[in-house]
């Protein structure tokens, strides 16, 4: 089942709508500025403390994969001394994660309008689209065209990889530079394109702002709901390879998970990979689990970006992890040597797990690393891969156990480096 669904209340302003809950959007998709503007889009600017208090108060949390306040954010930008520049991060590394290209290529007004308010409240008179889906630049430019926004506004395109969409990543590129992550601080509130005060947003973040400004009655339903991109195993290896039953969903705040895997087929599955690569292998118990920032960080995994992969009885979370592990070290920008020798470590050992060659010692090794690796490297790409050995060992020690000595089925050419498993089409 491959589709965009709404789980919110009829009525309540959504992104992926206006929509009955459960439709499709057109094929055609998109916005023109006309349809927009009637669906109360580009209202005239709010008092810029206003809006940042309405913000503050829905507690609307940036949907990049930090989940850090928004209202903390814009003001750190406000303050800083200089004239602001505001950045639309539309690149979303998280192989597993379709809901930033999705919105740029059906919904750019959206994200305009909310760029267009960022500025507003930080006193921004530059802002920038940074993004990698040619599709996306294609609807972006055709926006850009008829929007009103009293804004100059840069369309910056850069190579799709993992830490493309880092912050400092994207400072360094639209500055001219690689997509790298650069080492913090100062950070691009600080000190960001051409050593402005920065501030990059999430597209959804954006997005989101612009609706609490046209609807500030739902500000709090606005700022809870979340997109979520579902995947997993499906019938075959070749379905599932070519992104087999994924959903992109819209969903109120504290959704069970549970909910979602039924939601697109994966009611069997037994566990999942949250937040795109980053929040780790979780398993039993998992089902009850809500869409919630801090009662996911309390169980020791991560929302991130909202991506979620369901894994079936029949998948080995050693296979899953072993996959996640060789594609984040391929994926290592390879400037921390820390993250260089970690990353491949880590792959490398839980290969041999798969393979069925690991001893107790390599076991230990990996407890150990998992423990001493995270907060080291520039960017969260050494956490992500330390969160899912971490969490591997925590959940599934009978299923690491029983590979001493034989690898099972599953795990039988696992380890491709190119995160098929995870990707996701946009649909
Ligand atoms: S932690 Fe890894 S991916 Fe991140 S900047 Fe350092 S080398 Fe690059």
Known sequence: ?????????????????????????????????????????????????RMLDLIAAAGLRGRGGAGFPAAVKLRAVRDAPGRAV????????????????????????????????????????RGCVYLSDAPAERAVRRALAECPADLCIDVVRTEHAYVAGEESAVVRRIDGGPALPRAK??????????????????????????????????????????????SGTSRTRAETDTGGATALAEVPAGTRLKVLADLCGHGAADSVLLGGLFGGLHGAGWTDLPLDHDRLSAAGGALGCGALHFLHPRDCPVAVATEAAAYLAAQSARQCGVCVSGTGALAAALASVARGEADAETTGKLHRWSRQLPGRGACG?????ARIVATLLAHFPDRVDGHRGSACPACAGAAPEDGRRFTVPVP
């Open 1 to 49: 089942m491959t589709g965009v669904f709404s789980l919110l209340p009829d009525g309540r302003p959504g992104l992926l709508g206006p929509l009955p809950s459960g439709a499709r959007p057109s094929a055609a998709g998109g916005e023109d500025a006309s349809r927009y503007l009637a669906a109360g889009g580009y209202a005239p600017l709010p008092a810029p403390d």
């Open 86 to 125: 505001v950045v639309a991060n539309g690149e979303e590394g998280e192989p597993g994660s379709v809901k930033d290209r999705w919105l740029l290529r059906h919904r750019p007004h959206a994200v305009l309008d909310g760029l267009r308010l960022a500025a507003a409240m930080t006193g921004a008179e």
């Open 185 to 230: 601080p100062p950070r691009p509130f600080e000190s960001g394109v051409g050593g402005a005060p920065t501030l990059v947003a999430n597209v959804e973040t954006l997005a989101r702002v612009a609706r609490m400004h046209a609807h500030p009655e739902a500000a709090d339903a606005v700022a809870g709901a979340h997109l979520v991109t579902l």
């Open 381 to 385: 790409l050494l956490d992500a891969a």
